[in-house]
């Protein structure tokens, strides 16, 4: 029987950036992420592409065609294919001023329209278009109802632009984007957007702290004195939080997390992205990875064709180890042995 080569396995590439920066460690190049991806080897099992953000200085999103058509050239000379893309949104608020939420929506455009020239350069075979409120929970809460509805205007109309180019928008799922910080709320937006091009990014990381309340206590489903060597409760809370947001998912990450909150840099708190070997992490990732990969009868949904491991705000020291990337992918071929599927090629 054939070896299972889906769901592909991305690393992201955005690590090198996010949480980096004058105030904090220097940013990796986008070129030394693309050649630590590409080195990471376990017996004979190499990474099959990486998921980019358009963040300066890794890419400018204003890249002509021909830059675009480079930057292909030069992720496919790594042997590795481009899959989910971010788009730089942050500092546009989707429930901010009239002029706020147009540009949001001119970022996304830019970045459908750099999805779809990948693809017309043959790297990109699949994927989707990342966005999030870029809106503080403090803003939100000033005014829940109305500031919710104005997000959900801004996804609309971000959703008929990403339409034309023939992409998807998944929401990212973190605790410090207002109007989508918790599981109940990140439903509540995505069935009011009510577009088919729209769904849900989980980050194993980020959902883990859905089920202990961080910026929405009400929404808290494991209780306060939770002890996390209680797996079967945990289990509970895991299938809770996935039957919600799996008939929305249509992008996933791997990832670990020690049930804390981290942020470096400019990033606000989120979800602490954890090493594939920490040993306070708090997930069995390849055991947990099946609630999202799999249905409530335990059936492979294969909504999606890759799936990516995203590390922000590891060290600079940690990032640049080629183990690093070794023992991720290690955690990625587990996912994929346990809830992967063959297709010939």
Not at 53 to 78: M, W
Request: aromatic share 8%.
């Amino acid at each position: 029987m054939a070896e299972n080569n889906y769901p592909k396995l991305h690393n992201a590439t955005w690590p090198g950036i996010v949480g980096k920066g004058p105030d904090s460690e220097p940013v990796i190049s986008l070129d030394k992420m693309l050649e630590m991806t590409a080195a990471a080897e376990v017996n004979g099992v190499k990474f099959d592409g990486v998921d980019i953000g358009l963040l300066e200085p890794h890419i400018n999103i204003d890249c002509t065609n021909d830059e675009i058509e480079k930057l292909a050239a030069k992720v496919s000379s790594f042997n590795l294919k481009i899959g989910s893309i971010v788009a730089p949104i942050w500092g546009n608020p989707a429930m901010g001023s009239k002029e706020d939420r147009a540009q949001f929506v001119e970022i996304v455009r830019k970045a459908c329209r750099f999805g779809q020239k990948l693809r017309e350069f043959g790297v990109r075979p699949n994927g989707i278009i990342r966005i999030d409120s870029a809106s503080s929970v403090e803003n939100w809460a000033e005014d829940p109802v109305n500031n919710s509805k104005l997000i959900v205007q801004t996804f609309r109309e971000a959703c008929d632009v990403a339409a034309e180019y023939g992409e998807r928008l998944a929401v990212e799922g973190e605790i410090c984007w207002g109007g989508i910080h918790s599981w109940k709320t990140m439903v509540e937006t995505l069935e009011a957007v009510d577009r088919p091009n729209i769904g849900f990014q989980a980050d194993m990381s980020h959902t883990l702290l859905y089920l202990l309340g961080f910026n929405r206590p009400e929404d808290r489903i494991l209780p306060k004195d939770f002890e996390w060597s209680d797996r079967d409760t945990l289990t509970e809370a895991l299938k809770t939080v996935t039957k919600a947001l799996r008939p929305w998912t249509i992008d996933f990450h791997v990832a670990q997390n020690d049930g804390t909150v981290h942020g470096t840099g400019s990033h606000d708190k989120t979800g602490r992205h954890c090493l594939a070997t920490d040993p306070n992490g708090r997930l069995n990732i390849a055991q947990d990875a099946g609630h999202w990969l799999r249905d409530e009868e335990g059936e492979l949904t294969k909504t999606f064709k890759h799936i990516c491991w995203d590390g922000c705000m590891f060290s600079n020291e940690v990032m640049m180890q080629q183990q690093t990337w070794n023992d991720i992918l290690a955690a990625m071929i587990e996912v994929r042995n346990l809830h992967g599927w063959y297709e010939p090629e």
